[in-house]
C-alpha cells in the first residue's frame, strides 16, 4: 500500500469560475475565511477553518470553464508518486494533470479511474503538512 499516513484524504479543493462568490457563500454558510498566496506565479485561495489550511479554491480560467462546472476536487497522499501513476495507467486511469510540482511544498497528478471518479494524488516534500485532522 502507498498511502503515506492513515487519513489519506489530505486536501480539498474547490475550482470554480466564480472565486468571489463562492468565498462569499461558504463564509455565510460555515463561517470559512480565506487567505489568498502566490504559488506557482498564480494566486492560490486557502480555505481556513480553525486557524489551519483546510483546502483551497482555485479559479477556472475563462477556456477550462466554458468545458467544465464548479466542482470539489479530493487529494489521496501517497508515497512515491511516479510509481502510483505507473501502477495506474496499467490498471485502467488516465492521467488528467502529470506529476507537477506546487512550489517547495510537493507534487500532485490527477487521475480519472476506470469507472470515471476523478481524484488528485498529492506526495508532500516532507511531511504533509496539509493533512486534514
Not at 1 to 13: G, K, Q, R
Not at 16 to 43: C, M, R, V
Request: hydrophobic residues 40%.
Amino acid at each position: 500500500m502507498s498511502i503515506s499516513n492513515s487519513n489519506p484524504f489530505c486536501w480539498h479543493e474547490l475550482i470554480t469560475p466564480h472565486l468571489d462568490q463562492a468565498k462569499d457563500f461558504y463564509t455565510k454558510l460555515l463561517g470559512w475565511q480565506f487567505i489568498e498566496h502566490t504559488i506557482n506565479n498564480s494566486i492560490y485561495t486557502m480555505i481556513i477553518i480553525n486557524d489551519k489550511e483546510f483546502g483551497g479554491i482555485k479559479q477556472m480560467t475563462l477556456d477550462s470553464a466554458s468545458d467544465s462546472r464548479a466542482q470539489w476536487l479530493s487529494y489521496l497522499s501517497v508515497n512515491n508518486l511516479n510509481s502510483i501513476l505507473d501502477q495506474a495507467k496499467k490498471l485502467g486511469a488516465i492521467i488528467k494533470t502529470p506529476m507537477t510540482a506546487i512550489g517547495n511544498y510537493g507534487h500532485f497528478a490527477v487521475i480519472t479511474d476506470p469507472t470515471g471518479a476523478t481524484v488528485a494524488l498529492w506526495e508532500p516534500q516532507s511531511k504533509c503538512a496539509m493533512e486534514t485532522q
